[in-house]
Nanobody, 124 residues
Framework: QLQVVESGGGLLQPGGSLRLSCAAS????????LGWFRQAPGKEREGVSS????????NYADSVKGRFTISRDNAKTTVYLQMNSLKPEDTAVYYC?????????????????WGQGTQVTVSS
């Protein structure tokens, strides 16, 4: 059974750090790119970061460059998103997704398996 499950969300103050994890079971993960997306209330879902199947290519939304880092462990079928220097505008539900292909892309159309999301709230 194919399953994508995020964890690690929470409530924290501005400037804090958080690491999100995503376990993708039932996949031969080394064949697929992986991505993190987020959706804030009243806004469209946006691509945050993605990583190619080999891990050799990553990309980031301009709003998170230099603060967020994506990584993957194919043996553990897990992808991570390390988030540092968090800001109130990072508040959103964060989703993990397994791609249709090996490439890294921030286009949601490039993904066909999605998790249920984990809430991240940054507030003082």
């Amino acid at each position: 059974q194919l399953q994508v499950v995020e964890s690690g969300g929470g409530l924290l103050q501005p400037g804090g750090s958080l690491r999100l994890s995503c376990a993708a079971s039932g996949f031969t993960l080394e064949y697929y790119g992986l991505g993190w997306f987020r959706q804030a209330p009243g806004k469209e879902r946006e691509g945050v970061s993605s990583i190619s199947s080999s891990g050799g290519t990553t990309n980031y939304a301009d709003s998170v460059k230099g603060r967020f880092t994506i990584s993957r462990d194919n043996a553990k079928t897990t992808v991570y998103l390390q988030m540092n220097s968090l800001k109130p505008e990072d508040t959103a539900v964060y989703y993990c997704a397994v791609g249709r292909w090996r490439i890294a892309t921030l286009n949601p159309g490039g993904y066909n398996y999605w998790g249920q999301g984990t809430q991240v709230t940054v507030s003082s």
